[in-house]
């Protein structure tokens, strides 16, 4: 029969334990803040703009301090602040009708860029409020661009060939 003997000592195993949790926390902390884990950035296109925005909507505090990159064209509603703008898109309903959808934007100097301009977008997405708590991308950078070929984006689960617009 073999005996082992050893000491416990309960002020060595709680030091222990409360340095592993502050070591956790502040690599936690790191990794949040200074995007040490990923320099993944959400890009939305036509084909996905807006099952993005639609889970984004649902589902914020997944989406919170997440870079993304969008484009689209500068769109203001008469009660928005003097630094909002929508990153707006032209969703298209049907052959004949389209809605505008998108991100409300936040920065300084967002009162430079004139109503129906493209731009190219690069930020993080944060709470907001309009009308109640939406996401909202505080934009890093923002570049007037050209107009694109197809302008259109499509609503979530549909398929967008059913739904391109047709010569007239």
């Known amino acids: 029969m073999k005996i082992i003997n050893f000491k416990v000592s309960i002020p060595k195993i709680i030091?222990?334990?409360l340095i592993a949790i502050f070591v956790i926390l502040i690599m936690y902390a790191l990794s949040r803040?200074?995007?040490?884990?990923?320099?993944?950035?959400?890009?939305m296109t036509n084909e996905n703009y807006t099952e993005i925005l639609k889970d984004c909507h649902q589902n914020i505090d997944q989406y919170l301090g997440k870079k993304i990159y969008t484009i689209g064209y500068v769109f203001r509603n008469e009660d928005f602040k003097e630094n909002e703008i929508v990153i707006a898109r032209d969703m298209l309903i049907n052959q004949t009708e389209a809605q505008i959808v998108g991100f409300l934007a936040s920065f300084e100097g967002a009162n430079e860029f004139e109503d129906n301009v493209w731009v190219e977008v690069r930020g993080r997405i944060?709470?907001?409020d309009y009308k109640g708590e939406i996401p909202v991308i505080e934009i890093k950078t923002i570049k007037k661009i050209t107009t694109p070929?197809?302008?259109f984006v499509y609503p979530p689960n549909k398929k967008n060939e059913n739904l391109k617009i047709k010569d007239f």
């Open 33 to 43: 803040f200074l995007d040490f884990t990923t320099n993944e950035e959400i890009v």
């Open 149 to 151: 070929e197809d302008i």
């Open 15 to 17: 030091l222990t334990l």
């Open 126 to 128: 944060a709470k907001g």
